[in-house]
């Protein structure tokens, strides 16, 4: 696979893993067997892997870690900090708030490095930006951590441009995490033009729109009771009857083009400009294969422009969140 920069200090495969739902979120998954996933993640070439303190809380970092330290030299580790965890409560209960006083930041990168059992942590992101500091504050501490040798390139996740122009200022940033797929383009507005103009990566998480541009989920039902994907207004039962009539458009495309949903929506990802580095979530080892093999897919200009106007996000019912999450994105 042809590799991507990110920032200048990261050059990573084209489609890296997103470990989130092996934790946390989406039901979560058998030890054994994620570690066999992510194993096997490079071994057919991925080698940039995305986690978070607040997945599990913690559990995700100890799994990434321990499933990849025999290989760790070869392969990117992002991970993030931001939210207020509490003692108490599971899952997403536990996320309190938002915390990124420096000293939080500096002690949460300690905690992490230990967790990850690594000496450096690739990919340092701010989750979510916290109203109550300045952006310049907080990547100073994150700045601080990589003249240390304990980070090697900073993120941010979920930010206005302005933002990133103020944290760029401070200290080079590598890449923006947010949202993105043929049913999120928010980031087209901004972002991307100044993603360009830095020299900034911007990795998509939820490229496959969290599951429902596979073509696979049609009932909440289909999901596990404890499944966060249930709270959300895309997965209620109305919204999930309209939205799969839109992807049968983007299966009628993918049949065409001999391909699956999942891979012609991450192709599409793809296209959109070669700073892009899409993270989709993978549990079984024949998605993560299936979605490893979309960067090969070659799509025209034309085919493209089809495929998302077909699939346009005007034409999706149900918001990406609920409105007390949205509160916190495009900080």
Same mark, same amino acid.
């Given at each position: 696979?042809?590799?991507?920069?990110?920032?200048?200090?990261?050059?990573?495969?084209?489609?890296?893993?997103?470990?989130? +739902?092996?934790?946390? =979120?989406? !039901?979560?998954? #058998?030890?054994?067997? %994620?570690?066999?996933?992510?194993? /096997? *993640? @490079?071994?057919?070439?991925?080698?940039?892997?995305?986690?978070?303190?607040?997945?599990?809380?913690?559990?995700?970092?100890?799994?990434?870690?321990?499933?990849?330290?025999?290989?760790?030299?070869?392969?990117?580790?992002?991970?993030?900090?931001?939210?207020?965890?509490?003692?108490?409560?599971?899952?997403?209960?536990?996320?309190?708030?938002?915390?990124?006083?420096?000293?939080?930041?500096?002690?949460?990168?300690?905690?992490?490095?230990?967790?990850?059992?690594?000496?450096?942590?690739?990919?340092?992101?701010?989750?979510?930006?916290?109203?109550?500091?300045?952006?310049?504050?907080?990547?100073?501490?994150?700045?601080?951590?990589?003249?240390? +040798?304990?980070?090697? =390139?900073? !993120?941010?996740? #979920?930010?206005?441009? %302005?933002?990133?122009?103020?944290? /760029? *200022? @401070?200290?080079?940033?590598?890449?923006?995490?947010?949202?993105?797929?043929?049913?999120?383009?928010?980031?087209?507005?901004?972002?991307?033009?100044?993603?360009?103009?830095?020299?900034?990566?911007?990795?998509?998480?939820?490229?496959?729109?969290?599951?429902?541009?596979?073509?696979?989920?049609?009932?909440?039902?289909?999901?596990?009771?404890?499944?966060?994907?249930?709270?959300?207004?895309?997965?209620?039962?109305?919204?999930?009857?309209?939205?799969?009539?839109?992807?049968?458009?983007?299966?009628?495309?993918?049949?065409?083009?001999?391909?699956?949903?999942?891979?012609?929506?991450?192709?599409?990802?793809?296209?959109?400009?070669?700073?892009?580095?899409?993270?989709?979530?993978?549990?079984?080892?024949?998605?993560?294969?299936?979605?490893?093999?979309?960067?090969?897919?070659?799509?025209?200009?034309?085919?493209?422009?089809?495929?998302?106007?077909?699939?346009?996000?005007?034409?999706?019912?149900?918001?990406?969140?609920?409105?007390?999450?949205?509160?916190?994105?495009?900080?």
């Amino acid at each position: 696979m042809q590799k991507r920069k990110l920032g200048t200090e990261l050059t990573v495969s084209p489609i890296g893993l997103g470990c989130m +739902g092996m934790s946390f =979120a989406y !039901g979560g998954q #058998e030890e054994a067997e %994620a570690i066999r996933t992510l194993r /096997h *993640a @490079v071994d057919i070439g991925v080698d940039f892997f995305d986690t978070a303190e607040v997945y599990g809380p913690f559990d995700n970092e100890i799994l990434v870690g321990k499933a990849l330290k025999a290989v760790r030299d070869h392969v990117t580790i992002a991970t993030k900090f931001g939210f207020k965890i509490s003692e108490q409560g599971s899952g997403t209960e536990r996320m309190i708030g938002v915390d990124s006083r420096p000293e939080h930041v500096k002690a949460v990168a300690e905690a992490s490095l230990r967790r990850l059992d690594t000496d450096v942590i690739d990919l340092f992101y701010q989750h979510r930006v916290d109203p109550n500091v300045a952006i310049e504050d907080t990547v100073g501490a994150m700045a601080e951590l990589v003249k240390q +040798g304990k980070v090697r =390139a900073l !993120g941010l996740s #979920e930010v206005s441009a %302005a933002t990133l122009r103020r944290a /760029h *200022a @401070v200290h080079p940033i590598a890449a923006v995490q947010s949202e993105y797929s043929l049913w999120s383009r928010d980031p087209e507005e901004e972002i991307f033009e100044v993603c360009r103009e830095l020299g900034v990566g911007f990795v998509p998480y939820s490229p496959l729109g969290r599951g429902l541009l596979t073509g696979t989920i049609n009932k909440p039902e289909q999901l596990g009771a404890d499944d966060w994907r249930r709270t959300l207004p895309r997965f209620q039962p109305e919204a999930l009857d309209a939205n799969a009539k839109v992807v049968d458009v983007l299966e009628r495309f993918a049949k065409e083009k001999g391909v699956t949903a999942a891979q012609l929506a991450l192709a599409w990802v793809l296209h959109q400009g070669d700073f892009i580095v899409p993270i989709p979530g993978a549990r079984k080892i024949h998605h993560l294969e299936q979605n490893t093999a979309a960067a090969a897919i070659a799509l025209t200009a034309a085919e493209a422009a089809e495929i998302g106007d077909a699939l346009s996000p005007e034409k999706v019912v149900g918001k990406r969140y609920t409105e007390e999450a949205l509160a916190l994105v495009n900080g």
